[in-house]
């Protein structure tokens, strides 16, 4: 039996009751079970604060208005910066001098070693000049030099691994937690716990890269089981969110007027139908699509900030891509600004044989210079803006990708194979230390060695700065209480500011 | 596995008859759609939905959003174009019919689209043009049960899509070529092949004013934007 409103988790109703576990009513946007109270077996490691959400409820009307975290957060909004293909880490962020010192010679006790496209050659330096950036003097290569001149303000996590080898499952790995399609993507989660303190855009937006789509799609925004209210929005400054404007057709007095008559014949609807939440609800969405007309294209006028924030970002650069790509990272910071919770911005397209991403197997030195200067000053840019408008300290950054290279070229090619056994991602800002790392590869870059960690332990950590406890985080599917983190995932506190 | 039954005497009575009934389906199919319970109909009232709005306590008939296909066949049937064709191969919502990613939605179909939803050919993580955002799954996981959420990305797809814009005017020129040709008389029209019902006095009097106004395909238009289209009953 439920009650109007209904709350998520009320006393009485039963942990594993079904997300839609009636059919129609509230229930069509409550998840019952999405913030469960706290189990016995808590991480050990878990957050001592209270939690202050013990019943959350969705109203069917406003599945988008904010909702409290299980305790107070670090980071209100994220932006995730995906690079697709797999940025060598070798190349970048993890500096091996042993790498550099045994160049041409086999990976010792890996010499024949075969992985994702066949076998690898010798061992090879890094293709860029690693130098000491910033006051924490932190190596970071020549590849990315604006990036490095934000060291001070990164916390490094140098010993990611992935489960798959793989682009598109490794990906999702990444981006929902599980190898397979249909899984919910971590902005769906956020956005379904947390919802949005914009009223006037979609709460969670993926930006996808100027060259094209990612390898996975819109699988890495995906809401998967969740309400389809919950999945992210593609949206980009080359992009416009599909039938965003009335059709051509018609004119916009005609438009007004046809809204008007709509709005007629629902609140004749509603008479008959007194207290129908969902026809609330619907009304509701209405007008919010409404509101996003009129806001959507005033947050994409990048073109009207000032020129010192275009030149930040290298949105004058005369590359077309990185143009674009700069406008994308500042439309980034225009969203965050406006109140939207999740931003997923997308580095580099679908697998070309590393002409349109990161993949490079076959010449990574003239692939990587052209990718690295799209990276490296937007993204840069990116982190430096957000920091002078102290939106830095409410907003988490985060860089990732879906594994990293191997540190021998492959045989008889310029490039460098998969390694998902060991690899760097970053984050920056909110709630978490600055000009820090963590975790190590082994000497030369191959291995994970200390501090391992898996995507799992990267959601936990990004759940737990948005104040979500990653175990209590859950709904039921398919005879299965599904969380981001699957069965796994350590909060990494080291990491911790 | 989910949550104790509401009604645990009438499932079990329900059981025991079924048994009785030579475990007949059609029996027990018959004697639940033939009670008072399920013939209720489907209006809320003031105390029985703040102590339970989602009828779980069987109050009233649940009014419950069709699911996407059963959204777009519709639609289809409204404007006339439904293709009833039934078997063989599916129909593509995407311009490319393999690969890995790079699906870019069709917006405008012929017959051969104008097919029921359910010979689309599937996308596994695509989620369709238009009806995606009505919880129709890509079927990269299996879903047993789908959500209903209500979404401003719903409102945007059915009142601006080029889809949409096409049948509304599929659906005037089916009006039109009826043979009443007074606004009165194919506001009413709209009204029978859309909602199954003429308008009330109220609708009737503001829905030809608009049909006068902005023409008859803004009333269309709008038809198939509302609740009363879209959820059943």
Known sequence: MTKNPQPLTAPSMNRRRVLSGVSGGLASIALHSLLSKSSAADDRNASPEKSTAGRLTIAPAKPYEPRAPHFAAKAKNVIFVFCSGAISHVDTFDFKPQLIKHDGKPLPGNEKLVSFQGPNGNLTKPLWKFRPRGESGKMISDLIPHIGGMADDICFLHSLTNKSNTHGPAGNVINTGFTFDGFPSMGAWINCALGTENRNLPAFIAIEDPRGMPQSGPNNWAGGFLPAAFQGTPLSTTQLIRYLNRPSGISAERDSEARKAWRFLEKQRQQIFKGDQQLAARMASYELAARIQLHVPEVMQVADEPE?????????????????????????????????????????????????????????????????????????????????????????????????????????????????????????????????????????????????????????????????????????????????????GKVIHQVLA | MGSTPTHPDLLDWLADTF???????????????????????????????????????????????????????????????????????????????????????????????????????????????????????????????????????????????????????????????????????????????????????????????????????????????????????
């Open chain 1, 308 to 488: 010192y924030i275009r030149k930040l970002y290298g949105a004058d650069s005369d590359n077309s891509t990185k143009a674009a790509f700069a406008n994308n990272c500042i439309l980034a910071r225009r969203l965050v600004e406006s109140g939207v919770r999740f931003v997923q911005l997308f580095n580099g397209a679908y697998a070309s044989g590393g002409r349109l991403n990161w993949d490079a197997h076959s010449n990574i030195k003239s692939q990587y210079d052209i990718h690295g200067d799209i990276l490296d000053q937007p993204v840069a840019g990116l982190l430096q803006d957000l920091k002078q408008r102290g939106l830095l300290d409410s907003t988490l950054v985060i860089f990732a990708t879906e594994f990293g290279r191997m540190p021998m070229f492959q045989a008889g090619t310029f490039g460098r194979d998969h390694n998902p056994l060991g690899f760097t991602c970053w984050l920056a800002g909110a709630g978490v230390k600055k000009g820090f790392n963590h975790g190590t590869t082994d000497e030369f870059g191959f291995r994970a060695q200390e501090n391992v960690l898996t995507a799992h332990d990267l959601h936990a950590t990004i759940l737990h700065l948005l104040g979500l406890r990653h175990k209590e985080l859950n709904v039921y599917h398919n005879g299965i209480q599904r969380r981001l983190t699957d069965v796994h």
């Open chain 2, 19 to 233: 048994l009785q009934d030579d475990w007949s389906l059609k029996r027990l199919h018959r004697r639940i759609v033939m009670s008072e319970t399920f013939r209720q109909n489907n209006r809320p009232n003031d105390k029985a939905i703040a102590f339970d709005a989602d009828a779980r306590l069987l109050w009233r008939f649940p009014p419950r959003r069709m699911e996407a296909e059963a959204i777009r066949d519709s639609i289809l049937q409204t404007s006339g174009k439904l293709n009833l064709t039934s078997g063989g191969r599916g129909f593509s919502l995407f311009k490319q019919r393999g690969g890995l990613s790079g699906y870019e939605p069709i917006e405008t179909f012929d017959e051969s689209g104008w097919r029921r939803m359910i010979y689309t050919h599937k996308i596994r993580m695509q989620s369709v043009d238009i009806f995606g955002s009505f919880d129709c799954p890509d079927a990269g996981q299996m879903r047993p049960k789908r959500t209903q959420s209500i979404t401003p990305m719903q409102a945007l797809n059915l009142f601006n899509s080029t889809f949409m814009t096409r049948q509304a005017q599929f659906f005037t020129e089916r009006i039109q070529n009826m043979p009443e040709n007074t606004t009165a008389s194919q506001t009413r029209n709209a009204f029978l092949i859309a909602l199954s019902r003429p308008p009330t006095a109220n609708e009737q009097i503001a829905m030809e004013e608009l049909a006068k106004e902005q023409g008859l395909m803004q009333l269309c238009r709008i038809l198939m934007n509302t609740s009363e289209f879209l959820y059943i009953p």
